[in-house]
């Protein structure tokens, strides 16, 4: 069993910072990618925000490129997202997702219970 655990979410006002962080635990071998979805309203579809790879290539939806920026320390199976020059438009439950090898050698996905970040002032 895996699980994984977000923490940082909260309120800002527009313009400020925010850092989230997901850590794994459990049955890991080995994580390939660590990302970050966000849910804007209830009933909406998850849309992607950013990835990292196990070699550390990053993507960005073109929605925060230049503003966020994801990060992880493979020590600590931990992923980080940096959150600068927050707008409204941001406001959402984040969701951290890794795909990772199990202490089984299986490969699998996984989600974080979700953490909301409101950009209100």
């Known amino acids: 069993q895996v699980h994984l655990v977000e923490s940082g979410g909260g309120l800002v006002q527009p313009g400020g910072s925010l850092r989230l962080s997901c850590t794994a635990s459990g049955s890991i071998f080995s994580i390939y990618s660590m990302g970050w979805y966000r849910r804007l309203a209830p009933g909406q579809q998850r849309e992607w925000v950013a990835?990292?790879?196990?070699?550390?290539?990053?993507e960005y939806a073109d929605s925060v490129k230049g503003r966020f920026t994801i990060s992880r320390d493979n020590a600590k199976n931990t992923t980080y997202l940096q959150m600068s020059k927050l707008i409204p438009e941001d406001t959402a439950v984040y969701y951290c997702?890794?795909?990772?090898?199990?202490?089984?050698?299986?490969?699998?996905?996984?989600w974080g219970q979700g953490t909301q970040v409101t950009v209100s002032s």
């Open positions: 990835t990292i790879t196990s070699g550390d290539v990053v």
């Open positions: 997702n890794f795909d990772y090898y199990s202490s089984s050698y299986d490969f699998t996905s996984g």
